[in-house]
């Protein structure tokens, strides 16, 4: 006897040999012996993922950070050079890496943890030049971390709908 298989559509159960779903009608896609019981859906197709690629997030983000401060005016604040680094540079970097995650990690959280780091630490650097922190401060770290966390949300966005478009041409093609 098949082994059951799930309809990637629907979820129904299905027998191995299916061409189509008998609940939904929707085709199923022959997978390779390695992937038989392992759902196929975006992460299967596009993108990195591991430690490795973590690491060189956090790496990269990490260096423009400290970048637009060797740039940064402490005196005046938001020197423009370092203002297009950490609301220019982060956000397309944030944008790359979440255009080319695949992570088991709920994509969200990564974005939201690196955003309110960047606030947190903008704000904590800030205090120890300044020896306080008022609203424009505040203001400032949390632009810095708001456009990362929109350059992080638009990356998603485009990956949704290229990882979109290639399970509607898989499933055209083998259809």
Not at 73 to 94: C, E, H, Q, S
Not at 136 to 153: E, F, K, N, Y
Request: charged share 15%.
């Amino acid at each position: 006897m098949a082994t059951a298989l799930e309809c990637d559509n629907c979820g129904a159960s299905l027998r191995r040999d299916a061409v189509h779903c008998v609940y939904c009608g929707s085709s199923v896609v022959p997978r390779a012996a390695s992937q038989i019981g392992r759902p196929a859906n975006d992460k299967d197709q596009f993108g990195f993922s591991g430690w490795l690629y973590h690491l060189s997030t956090l790496g990269a983000i990490a260096a423009l950070y400290a970048l637009g401060w060797l740039l940064e005016d402490t005196r005046y604040w938001l020197n423009t050079r370092a203002f297009i680094v950490w609301t220019g540079a982060i956000p397309a970097v944030m944008f790359l890496f979440a255009l080319l995650r695949r992570s088991e990690v709920v994509p969200i959280l990564l974005g939201l943890g690196i955003s309110l780091a960047l606030t947190v630490s903008h704000c904590v650097v800030m205090v120890l030049i300044r020896g306080n922190l008022n609203d424009d401060m505040l203001g400032i770290a949390a632009i810095i971390g708001g456009s990362a966390m929109l350059g992080w949300i638009a990356g998603g966005l485009v990956r949704h709908r290229i990882c979109k478009g290639l399970s509607r041409r898989t499933a055209h093609q083998t259809g």
